[in-house]
Every structure is written in C-alpha cells, then in structure tokens.
C-alpha cells in the first residue's frame, strides 16, 4: 500500500493550489482517503476526507475554500484549495481509512497508512 502526495508549493494569500494523492495497492471503491495537515510547532489536525460512497467531509476551518474529490480510474484524490490563507502553510498528508459524519467532521482514528507528505507554503 503506498499514497503519494504532490501538488505543494508556495503560493500568495488568495491564491489556489491542487494537491494530488496518487495510492496504489488498493482501490479507492472500497476505502476512504483523506488529508490531515501539519504546522511546523503544531500537532497534526484534519482537514478533509471522502468515503468509498464519494461522500466528503471537512474541518470548519476550510469549509467553503477546499474541495476534495477522486478520479477511481486514475486511483487519485484530489484537494483543490482556494483562497489560500497564511495559516493554512503546513505539510499535508494523503492517509488511509478516514471517517466520520456531518456531525463530527473528519475523524482519523483508524488510519493505517499515510504518504511522505507535500509542503504548502502560502506568503506574500
């Protein structure tokens, strides 16, 4: 099993940014695949994540600027991120077996793996 995120960069307030998580060893039929996020000082956080039934869930912090979605064929998910903000900077993480509801938001405790990461920078 492996997931590999690309598409970081650096990129002013405002701006936009598409990360890719490219998995293989598994289908994305079957298993949900989200992104968590990681400032450097800071804990690791959720930020988003889409279930094997194409439904999405994402954290108050980027509702209404994120959008995360999948290609099966291509076994990828994209986060498309607009309105990029200076605390959204941090490295981000495509992992395994997200979950949770309307409710709760994006939950990660039965995550199993995760890739190296793709570090987004946004600064003017």
Do not use: H
């Not at 039934?53 to 995360?68: A, E, M, N």
């Not at 994209?78 to 939950?107: F, H, I, W």
């Not at 995550?111 to 570090?119: L, M």
């Amino acid at each position: 099993v492996q997931l590999q995120a690309s598409g970081g960069g650096l990129v002013q307030p405002g701006g936009s940014l598409r990360l890719s998580c490219t998995v293989s060893g598994f289908t994305l039929d079957y298993l949900s695949v989200g992104w968590q996020r990681q400032a450097p000082g800071k804990e690791r956080e959720g930020v988003s994540c889409i279930s094997f039934d194409g439904s999405t869930l994402y954290v108050d912090s980027v509702k209404g600027r994120f959008t995360i979605s999948r290609d099966n064929a291509k076994n990828t998910v994209y986060l498309q991120m607009n309105s990029l903000k200076p605390e959204d900077t941090a490295v981000y993480y495509c992992v395994r077996r997200c979950g949770g509801s309307s409710r709760t938001g994006p939950t990660y405790y039965a995550v199993d793996y995760w890739g190296k990461g793709t570090q987004v920078t946004v600064s003017s």
